[in-house]
């Protein structure tokens, strides 16, 4: 079982520069989330989506961008690179039990440098 | 204040011996509670969900208080491997999507 397949592991920017981090799931989950994890600060929630086609903002989303065009997918694009987005990013996916099980699956990370 | 929070330690713990800490929440909508671990930022992993009436998983025990809104983990014969960060983590059930982190707690276990 692949899970959560997060790309690049690393990767380092220039100020000004874009890129997009990629996330997929092969557990048909309906719900996928972005979150990034800054020291002593927890991870917190970029954007999320409930289902193909549905993206919501989180805590903090300036300065990214997400589309769902597919259950499977749910990419994060930085528009323009700034040192403030120095950061280890993850990607989750997770159901819900309806019963108020639940679970989230996680990406292995990027860690993202912004120079 | 953030809705989420937790104390960040480090809790220093002997093996062998007990430790517990708590998480509260702010939100009184919040519906379910699950405490993950973390190792050196690797991604979070589930350790247990967190149930009205309490459970227990092996060397490890969850409680949750509504009245206070927190919910608190205690472990056990603490071994070297329960070494890492624990992360409190509430959701809404109007918003599954939507996992609220507290910024972890750090436990060392020292031989």
Redo the contacts between chains.
Sequence with gaps: NAGVTQTPKFQVLKTGQSMTLQCAQDMNH????W?R?DP??????IH???GAGIT?Q?EVPNGYNVSRSTTEDFPLRLLSAAPSQTS?Y?C?S???GGT?????F????TRLTVV | RKEVEQDPGPFNVPEGATVAFNCTYSNSASQSFFWYRQDCRKEPKLLMSVYSSGNEDGRFTAQLNRASQYISLLIRDSKLSDSATYLCVVISTDSWGKLQFGAGTQVVVTP
């Design positions: 309906e719900y996928m989330s979150y994890q002593g600060m927890g991870l917190r929630l999320y989506s409930v919501d989180g280890v993850f989750a997770s159901y819900s108020g099980s639940t679970e989230a996680f990406g292995q990370g």
